[in-house]
């Protein structure tokens, strides 16, 4: 029996489905899920040795890959002068002052454990400094799993919170309205609905837990001046997208500034650290400046922040934007190339270091989950991609991260692989 079966079977008999997020199982792909024991740069080691090149890299926490000396170092020096003490630190202090540096319409910013504490937390604020209830989010958009954010994307322009998820009451989601992304109208149309109660809008600036999907350069400013139009505040979930568009996060990148941003992945540079921040007359609220309750016994833990600090001082002295854009464009160019020289039906949506190979020959520019992957055939690529020593994460419906680790050569391999994968699914794809 391989190692992996053999730990999977173990996992099952103690973890519900064997994993401790389900984006870790393999339900989306079909098999046995890869068990890791190390990381290196752009490479993971399975337990049973087989080396990989990681797309995945902790679904976007890590910049500069895996183990990067750097982050190694600060944690090891935090780490033994204490993990936690419950009480204010320096560095907690300086990690803040980066993140309002970097993060154009963030004054003032409280730091979480992870990035669904964030968003919780966020919209919480939201309510309390609107005196409204309702939020607006997107189809397709993840926001964490709080209650009130795991509600159905509807197929309809407008749909009306039905829990998606079993446990999550009725009356929790009531105030949760979904529209589609990327349409502005849609967007109008729900926020006229809801107008006297409107507390929120809360949008990933750039799509990208439904497989890649970028805004339209309007997009973003009709939900700024929508927000505007009825008194309610705009939430970026830059969970992803912050410090991976830019230094700034999707706000610099696209010029659109929110009210609120949420954060999490990057900044804590492989460990537990999320962040909320906005203007400092928002923020005041939050207790104890205010009458907002939010806490966190590990939350800004010398440990967790030590790595923070660290990457944000990495991207700082390297400013590796335009290298990862490079690096993207180069495999999403080559594999577009051997889509066309195999015949495969693809589109391939990418931005900064953030890409999704979509089976499908329509333009992705909104969550269609029937027709915008064929995970039929996504799966069968996927495994041809994995036997060929690359780990993709394991959904059609995710996106795939490049880092600074990825190099010319790993990228070479990518496109060999790709191009072995494309020509066994040739002739079965049509
Ligand atoms: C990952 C993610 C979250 C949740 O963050 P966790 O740290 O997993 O709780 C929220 N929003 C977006 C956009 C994310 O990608």
């Known amino acids: 029996m391989d190692i992996n079966k053999e730990l999977y079977t173990e996992a099952l008999k103690y973890i519900p489905g064997g994993v401790n997020s389900p984006v870790r199982s393999f339900q989306g792909v079909g098999g046995t899920p890869v068990f890791f024991k190390s990381g290196a740069g752009s490479h993971l080691f399975a337990e049973d ?25 600060a944690v090891k020096k935090a780490v033994e002068k204490g993990t936690s003490f419950g009480a204010a630190t320096r560095n907690e202090v300086d990690l803040a002052r980066m993140i309002v540096e970097a993060v154009p319409s963030v004054e003032q910013v409280r730091l979480t454990c992870s990035g669904t504490e964030a968003v919780m937390s966020a919209v919480r604020l939201a309510r309390a400094y609107t005196g409204k209830n309702t939020i607006i989010k997107f189809a397709g958009s993840y926001h964490g799993h709080c209650d009130y954010m795991l509600v159905q994307a509807g197929s309809g322009a407008m749909t009306l919170g039905i829990p998606d998820c079993p446990g999550v009451p009725e009356s929790f989601t009531q105030h ?24 929120a809008i809360i949008l990933e600036p750039v799509a990208a837990n439904c497989g890649v999907i970028v ?3 309007s997009f973003l400013s009709a939900a700024r001046t929508c927000a505007d139009t009825h008194d309610a505040l705009l939430i970026f979930d830059e969970v992803i997208t912050g410090f991976r568009l830019a230094y700034g996060g999707a706000q610099e990148y696209f010029g659109v500034m929110p009210d609120l941003t949420c954060m999490g992945k990057i900044i804590g540079g492989g460990l537990p650290v999320g962040a909320f921040g906005g203007k400092e007359d928002i923020m005041s609220m939050i207790a104890p400046a205010g009458p907002v309750y939010q806490a ?43 889509a066309w020289e195999y015949g495969i039906p693809i589109v391939v949506n990418s931005i900064a270091s953030l890409f999704t190979l979509f089976f499908t020959d329509e333009p992705v520019e909104r969550f269609c989950p029937d027709t915008m992957q064929n995970t039929l055939l996504f799966s069968r690529f996927f495994h041809t991609m ?33 191009k072995s994968a494309f020509s066994s699914l040739h002739g079965t794809a049509a």
């Open 49 to 73: 040795d087989t080396e990989y090149i990681d797309y995945c890299q902790s679904w976007g926490a890590l910049l500069f890959g895996h183990a990067y000396s750097p982050v190694v170092k």
């Open 176 to 199: 949760t309205v979904i529209v589609p992304y990327n349409d502005a109208d849609a967007l109008n149309a729900a926020a006229e609905a809801y107008s006297g109660d409107l507390a």
């Open 215 to 217: 805004p339209d350069t």
């Open 296 to 338: 966190g016994t590990l939350s800004g833990n010398p440990v967790a922040v030590s790595a923070g600090l660290a990457v944000l001082r990495c991207i700082q002295d390297t400013n590796p934007y335009t290298a990862l854009a490079e690096k993207t464009a180069l495999l999403r160019t080559a594999i577009q190339d051997a």
């Open 386 to 418: 994995l036997e060929e020593g690359i780990y993709l994460p394991p959904s059609g419906f995710e996106a795939q991260f490049v880092s600074m680790a990825h190099t010319d050569y790993d990228i070479e391999r990518t496109v060999q692989a790709v």
